[in-house]
């Protein structure tokens, strides 16, 4: 199987650089043949990429010893899901991981009839990464290096991989991550080729879309991994690499907005570019982070030298960029200019600046400490509380934009109508606050704030669909739910906009309630012993001890009562497995929109008294449930057929055709 | 063109709210990294104050004491060339594997009673899971 993967990445190394050189001849003129030659080279370069990747997976599988990366993260007693997974446990398998999925995209947009005229750029500047990919696994971090005498056993995978997060996480973060390199390759592609129209945009609208998704969910299914393995009771840390897959989806964020404003307006065409490059750059700079091992972080692999390679790659292909930025810049300077500074487009101009500010906040949090240790000697981190009360603000700002872009008008904006179209969500939401805080007693201001503002951004959408539905109602006489399906399905990316929105707005009542009304406390319980904190009363028998499959296992079962009402056993466990020395804490949870009980086992004393931590914390579901939410909108938008289309009454006025603009 | 020089007003707000957003919460949230020496160095010259600190070392495996009814934990941390120890307070739970000998990080403040007063108590055990070179 060795044998076979180091075959596979050499021949599609090979591949790989034989299609950048072939596209290189057929763009110089040499004739059609190299063009079909560069296809096939690209789709062998997958093909072979594939072959070693099954090959590590049987390897993996069958517990073949004799390769090194095998035996660093599986064992034999691993259950077989996690041996798959370990395909992406350590550095090399997940170089090849990565590398494997580019590739499939690679091929994919190659293969694609819709893309015919920009194959010949994009395809090579995907090809050109991949081969920096598999560079890499040929020659720096070889996945299939074998062991002259292979061990009977391997070492098995870290304990807290072993987590359903771990099959699941990895994989969407990735795709995300990865995919954000096709809309980048096209948006070359259109610099190269002198057309800096909004083609390249539609044709990467689905990419950029799915892309964003995966991202999304990537940070979320991370965050929920956390909550539920880590033990401490929260669910993001701004940790380093938590902040490298946050940048990305904050500048992408800012994308896919602004490249609205371009389709609609032809405007911020420079801003768009450098919007994809800063995006693109940003999942190879997470790459970095996580594999140089210079900064220190629980999620991070272990130092290597890989990290030098993903700096130099990352710098030059963004210089690469940018040079061309600049050498284009008088084809992207034509457009048009701004005309009101209260208009649409100056609101998602708006929604821009706060998306990247929030995100250079982070960047510059994230770096810091290697930055100070680089210049003054001394190493400085900053702390938590710096990104909380950067961004806390601008995630309000944000948010408040939410309910107002998608209603103000193109062009220019007039103040009467806007106060007309504000009255009702504003005077809806002044209700909510006082009815939050002399009916729910709430009291704190931050929370109050957010709230408020997410019960205006959900009026003011509803009231923008309310209108619509009575506009067509009066129309075509179709009567009430038949017109708002009508309205909704005809209009699929504004609307699939809104409920994207709407996951949002989830998403900021979770982390605001999560971190606004949180409380913890500590209890010893002597068996028997029943106590009571907040609505719960908990009663503790014992500690008891059990094995299973590869672990010993010392929990207790906690009876829950909230409110009278009884919750049943919650097992609470202290995890040792017999491949680590450190025990693992798993907390048990009772989650429901109000709040979430999550109690952990920290402890025992010889007299058989046990010590718990006991979390409550707000809301939480309502992030996890607002990320699902968002995968119903994207969907929605995304689905094909009529009304996903670009040339929907979103645009306004003026029919849009590719490249150029007929109104 | 007064369009663009309110554009121009406006944007510059943003920045200066986005400017002053920045550095007040830098300031508070600034944490130095040293070692236990560079506390007792700079802590006998008085520098330290209240700064926000970050310090790593080796657990005294005899020093520690934890008492589960106060949910109190006490312990020393000595500096890797064993000559310097500090103690330190932590109201909180015992990490596991708290055993003689481990890497130790905790975060919190140094304070005039010369013992670190910890919010964050941090253990790193010597994992075979990294890439050992």
């Not at chain 1, 920096?132 to 009977?152: E, T």
């Not at chain 1, 390679?309 to 061309?324: D, G, K, N, P």
């Not at chain 1, 179209?421 to 201001?445: R, S």
């Amino acid at each position: 199987m060795a044998n076979i993967g180091t075959i596979g990445l050499s021949i599609a190394f090979g591949m790989g650089i034989y299609s950048v050189v072939a596209f290189f001849l057929f763009n110089s003129n040499r004739g059609l043949k190299y063009l079909l030659s560069a296809k096939n080279a690209v789709y062998g370069t997958a093909l072979f990429t594939t072959i070693s990747v099954l090959a590590m997976l049987y390897a993996l599988i069958t517990g073949d010893f004799s390769i090194e990366y095998v035996t660093q993260y599986t064992s034999q007693d691993l259950p077989a899901i996690y041996k798959l997974t370990a395909l992406w446990a350590g550095n090399a398998g997940s170089l090849l991981f990565w590398a494997w999925i580019l590739v499939l995209l690679a091929a994919l947009v190659t293969v694609s009839k819709e893309n015919r005229e920009y194959i010949p750029y994009a395809s090579p500047i995907m090809m050109v990464v991949s081969v920096f990919f598999l560079f890499m696994l040929n020659f720096v971090s070889q996945p299939f290096v074998q062991l002259l005498s292979p061990p009977p056993d391997g070492m098995g995978m870290n304990p807290m991989l072993q987590n359903p997060g771990m099959v699941i996480h990895p994989v969407t973060l990735y795709l995300g991550y990865v995919g954000f390199t096709v809309p980048f390759a096209f948006a070359m592609a259109a610099l190269i080729m002198k057309n800096p129209g909004d083609q390249w945009i539609k044709l990467t609208r689905k990419w950029t879309l799915i892309s964003w998704l995966f991202l999304t969910l990537g940070n979320l299914f991370g965050a929920q991994w956390a909550y539920v393995e880590l033990g401490w009771g929260g669910y993001w840390a701004w940790d380093p690499v938590e902040n490298a897959s946050l940048m990305p989806w904050l500048t992408g964020s800012a994308f896919l907005h602004s490249v609205m404003v371009q389709e609609r307006k032809n405007m911020l065409k420079i801003w768009n570019m450098v919007l994809i490059i800063v995006t693109f750059g940003l999942t190879l700079f997470g790459t970095f982070l996580v594999r140089s091992g210079v900064v220190a972080s629980v999620h991070a692999f272990g130092n290597s030298s890989l990290g030098a390679y993903f700096l130099i790659f990352t710098s030059l292909i963004i210089l690469a960029a940018l040079y061309l930025v600049a050498d284009r810049i008088n084809l992207l300077r034509q457009g048009n200019q701004f005309e009101s500074y209260i208009s649409k487009e100056s609101s998602f101009l708006l929604n821009n600046l706060l998306l990247v500010g929030s995100a250079f906040s982070i960047f510059w949090g994230t770096v810091f400490p290697i930055v100070s240790e680089a210049v003054v000697g001394q190493k400085i981190a900053v702390g938590i509380p710096f990104f909380n009360q950067v961004n806390a603000p601008i995630g309000l700002a944000f948010t408040l934009l939410m309910g107002i872009c998608p209603l103000i008008a193109w062009r220019k904006a007039n103040f009467e109508n806007i106060a007309k179209n504000f009255l009702w969500p504003w005077i809806i939401a002044i209700i909510g606050m006082l009815v939050m805080v002399f009916i729910g007693g709430i009291t704190k201001p931050y929370a109050l704030i957010a709230y408020t503002i997410c019960v205006f951004v959900i009026s003011s959408t509803l009231q923008d669909i309310l209108k619509g539905v009575r506009v067509r109602k009066k129309l075509t006489g179709e009567n009430l739910i038949v017109s708002l399906i009508r309205l909704l399905s005809k209009n699929r990316r504004r609307y699939g906009g809104y409920v994207i929105h709407m996951g949002i707005v989830m998403m900021i009542v979770g982390i605001t309630g999560s971190n606004v009304f949180n409380s913890e406390a500590v209890k010893t319980f002597k068996p028997g012993e029943t106590a009571v904190v907040g609505d719960y009363t908990i009663s503790f028998k014992g500690l008891q001890q059990t094995s299973r499959d590869n672990m010993e296992v010392i929990y207790a079962d906690l009876r829950v009562i909230k409110n009278n009402y009884d919750m049943g056993n919650l097992q609470v466990e202290k995890v040792f497995y017999s491949t680590s020395e450190q025990p693992m804490t798993e907390p048990a949870i009772i989650s429901t929109f109000k709040e979430d009980f999550y109690v952990l086992l920290t402890g025992w004393e010889d007299d058989g008294s046990a010590i718990f931590k006991i979390h409550i914390n707000p809301q939480i579901k309502w992030l996890w449930t607002g990320g699902w939410v968002i995968v119903i909108g994207v969907i929605f938008a995304l689905w094909p057929g009529k009304g996903s289309g670009v040339g929907s009454r979103y645009l306004g006025r003026g029919e849009v055709s590719y490249g150029k603009r007929v109104s | 063109m007064p369009k663009k020089i309110k554009l121009i007003f406006a944007l510059s707000v943003l920045l200066g709210a986005f400017g002053y957003l920045m550095v007040s919460s830098f300031n508070n949230a600034k944490t130095y990294y040293m070692t236990i020496n560079e506390v007792t160095a700079s802590a006998d010259k008085g520098k330290l104050g209240e700064q926000n600190l970050k310090v790593s070392g080796k657990l005294v495996g005899e020093s520690v004491k934890w008492e589960p009814s106060k949910v109190e934990l006490r312990f020393e941390m000595i500096s890797e060339d064993q000559k310097e120890t500090m103690p330190v307070l932590y109201k909180g739970v015992k990490p596991d594997n708290f055993n003689d000998g481990i890497d130790v990080i905790v975060d919190g403040k140094y304070t005039v009673e010369q013992v670190f007063l910890a919010d964050k108590v941090m253990t790193k055990c010597p994992s075979k899971y990294e890439e050992q070179q």
